[in-house]
């Protein structure tokens, strides 16, 4: 036999052995155990084979963005106490439409108020770098109690997406708007296209070929701050920048990060914090409208819509001092998603799910390491549309 033939035998043999493990032990297990184990089994098998279809994930993060505004619409107490207009106030489809349409055709939302157990960042310090890192990591970092952390050590999602061969010299982009997520979104950076800021990002140089992403790229260096400060850039260039790099690129995995509305939050401007949504919704349209023509071309794609912390009670600030601030959401789409709308988590999510449920989608290998996320399977058990139920 060949060398050919003994590689594809062994590779069988590795699978009906992993498949075997999972369905012994599943025979033990309750049925939803059984289901969770069996689709483990074939999520390893698809680690053998990462690069062998087409496929995308892009990761937006909107930070500081509470549950509330995005279910539920404009809140009535903070409109009258900020002097919005009754025709301000608008319900969660007119707020951010094009999020409630993915949500009604091909996506799923854990975290909506009233529906089942919260989806939290794991704290106890609920600001954005511990946050970051716990979404790109998929563990929670409890000695980053601030924004001043070092940069991750461990392997990020980013990382291990830039690790297949398949991915290219430009197949993973983190692109933000704030520029500290350089400290947590890859523990490589040189081998991840990397802007973040105005002009943080070490491999920031890379976007300059493509003349449509300099332009972005340069704009965005000249423009001011607001509503940031320091290295921020605004999240009109931010979303600019990434949704290009999505269309001439076609990245394996890009992470989109905007940050307005946590700014307009931190300003107490509720009118432009709902602004902000506004756009970020169509940033949202953006990408999706995108990732249609990818399917199109055949290539199986998922957008995941996250934040990385909510808010406090008074709005205006979020962190240790308020717990109610680690409440946060996710919204899941795409072709490998077989439920719809509004649904319950089987317990208490965190952000540090997110990296082990995306690796599992993507033939990624699993983390089994202490402290590691796990994969919520309850957004692919059933095709079931509990729409009616909101």
């Not at 982009?173 to 997520?181: D, G, Q, Y």
Request: aromatic share 6%.
């Amino acid at each position: 036999m060949n060398n050919v033939g003994v590689s594809r035998l062994s590779r069988i043999v590795l699978a009906l052995t992993v498949l075997a493990t999972a369905c012994a032990a599943a025979d033990q297990q309750p049925f939803y155990r059984r289901l969770s184990l069996l689709d483990t089994a074939a999520w390893r098998i698809g680690a053998l084979k990462a690069c062998s279809g087409a496929s995308a994930f892009v990761l937006i993060a909107i930070d500081g963005v509470r549950s509330d505004e995005v279910f539920d619409g404009v809140n009535p107490a903070f409109a009258a106490a900020h002097g919005l207009r009754d025709s301000e106030m608008v319900g969660p489809d007119q707020l951010m439409p094009h999020l409630h349409r993915i949500l009604r055709t091909n996506g799923v939302a854990l975290g909506a108020p009233g529906h089942g157990p919260e989806i939290r960042s794991s704290g106890p310090a609920w600001c954005s770098l511990p946050g970051y890192q716990e979404i790109f990591t998929g563990h929670p970092v409890p000695d980053c109690r601030n924004n001043s952390c070092p940069a991750v050590a461990r392997a990020t999602l980013a990382d291990e997406f830039a690790a297949l061969s398949c991915s290219g010299p430009r197949g993973v982009a983190v692109i933000s708007s704030w520029e500290t997520i350089e400290r947590a979104g890859a523990a490589n950076p040189s081998a991840v296209v990397m802007s973040t800021g105005r002009n943080h990002g070490m491999t920031r140089e890379k976007l300059m070929d493509d003349p449509a992403l300099r332009d972005w790229l340069l704009a965005g260096e000249r423009a001011k701050a607001f509503p940031g400060q320091d290295d921020y850039r605004p999240d009109r260039f931010t979303a600019g920048l990434g949704v290009q790099y999505l269309r001439a690129v076609r990245p394996r995995f890009l992470f989109l990060g905007l940050g307005d509305p946590d700014e307009h939050a931190h300003h107490n401007d509720y009118r432009a914090y709902l602004q902000s949504l506004r756009d970020s919704d169509q940033v949202i349209g953006q990408v999706a409208s995108v990732l249609r023509d990818m399917e199109r071309d055949g290539v199986s794609t998922t957008l995941v819509i996250t934040t990385d912390h909510g808010r406090s009670r008074n709005f205006t600030g979020h962190g240790a001092g308020a717990p109610e601030s680690g409440r946060v959401w996710l919204v899941v789409a795409g072709s490998r998603v077989l439920r719809t709308g509004r649904v319950e988590a089987r317990r208490e999510r965190y952000l540090a799910d997110i990296a082990p449920t995306l690796r599992a989608m993507a033939g990624l290998a699993p983390d089994f390491t202490a402290g590691a996320g796990s994969v919520m399977d309850e957004l692919f058990l059933a095709p079931i549309d509990l729409v009616a139920r909101q």
